[in-house]
């Protein structure tokens, strides 16, 4: 009876968190998207990053902009792994301070997303009426959900 108590408890701490983060509230099966989307808001929403204001919609997406004190390297450290399950690979690129990537997603290849992390710093005009995000911020976070994609 013991060692099923185990088997039982084992089972539910294997699984019960996937099935979680794969469904909605109401119960329904999310899609790729959504689960990459899920994933990444809900890592980006700790204590480590801050939500700000971006402005509004770049190509007609609503991208999501976050700061932090951790350097790009710790930044990519940490989402890469989130984002890992749901590409083939990871391509980042670096150019003029920003790492980035634009990917479709393996499981559902006519969606695709983008994130890119920047430098603070060098960004005067861009922060210019956020001081405080020039003072006490390292890294910049621009992330694209998922988005439908049709081109070739």
């Known amino acids: 009876m013991k060692r099923y108590a185990l088997f039982l408890i084992a089972l539910t701490a294997c699984t019960g968190p996937a099935q979680q983060a794969s469904t909605t509230p109401t119960g329904e099966r999310m899609t790729p998207a959504e689960q990459l ?11 480590d990053f801050k939500q700000i204001d971006g402005g509004g919609p770049i190509g007609g997406v609503q991208s999501l902009y976050y700061v932090t004190t951790k350097s790009r390297e710790e930044v990519l450290e940490i989402l890469t792994p989130v984002i890992e399950p749901y590409t083939r690979d990871i391509p980042w690129t670096e150019d003029y301070g920003q790492y980035h990537i634009g990917l479709s997603l393996k499981d559902q290849p006519d969606m695709r997303f983008g994130i890119g ?11 210019k009426n956020q001081p405080d995000i020039l ?6 976070i621009v992330y694209t959900p998922p988005y439908e994609w049709n081109e070739p």
């Open 117 to 127: 992390i920047s430098f603070v710093k060098p960004k005067t005009d861009t922060y």
């Open 135 to 140: 003072k006490n911020y390292e890294t910049d």
């Open 37 to 47: 989307h899920a994933a990444l808001t809900a890592r980006l929403q700790q204590s």
